[in-house]
Nanobody, 127 residues
């Protein structure tokens, strides 16, 4: 099992920035990729970005490309999501996810592509 804990959410004004963290524990050696998803009120969970374990493959959703940056520190088993130029449309609960199956180049944008999920952290952007 892999446990994921997100942190760093909060309230920010439009145009501001936040940095989310996702700390992994447990069978971290099994992880092949980590991703971020978000779910706004009344909407389905949507893909934001994923990064391969080696960090040589990164895939962003079009809505965040150029504003969000994912990174990871394997020594700390932690992934980060730097979010800049936030808009009210970015308001959502942000979830970290980990994949423990084989990884090949691809978008891995579906919920079913991931095996473990965190509890989520709220991000609220005021106008």
């Amino acid at each position: 099992q892999v446990q994921l804990v997100e942190s760093g959410g909060g309230l920010v004004q439009a145009g501001g920035s936040l940095r989310l963290s996702c700390a992994a524990s447990g069978r971290t050696w099994s992880m092949t990729a980590m991703g971020w998803f978000r779910q706004a009120p009344g909407k389905e969970r949507e893909f934001v970005v994923h990064i391969s374990w080696s960090a040589d493959s990164i895939y962003y959703a079009g809505s965040v490309k150029g504003r969000f940056t994912i990174s990871r520190d394997n020594a700390k088993n932690t992934a980060y999501l730097q979010m800049n130029n936030l808009t009210p449309e970015d308001t959502a609960v942000y979830y970290c996810a980990a994949r423990a199956r084989s990884y090949y180049s691809g978008s891995y944008s579906r919920n079913a592509d991931y095996d473990y999920w965190g509890q989520g952290t709220q991000v609220t952007v005021s106008s």
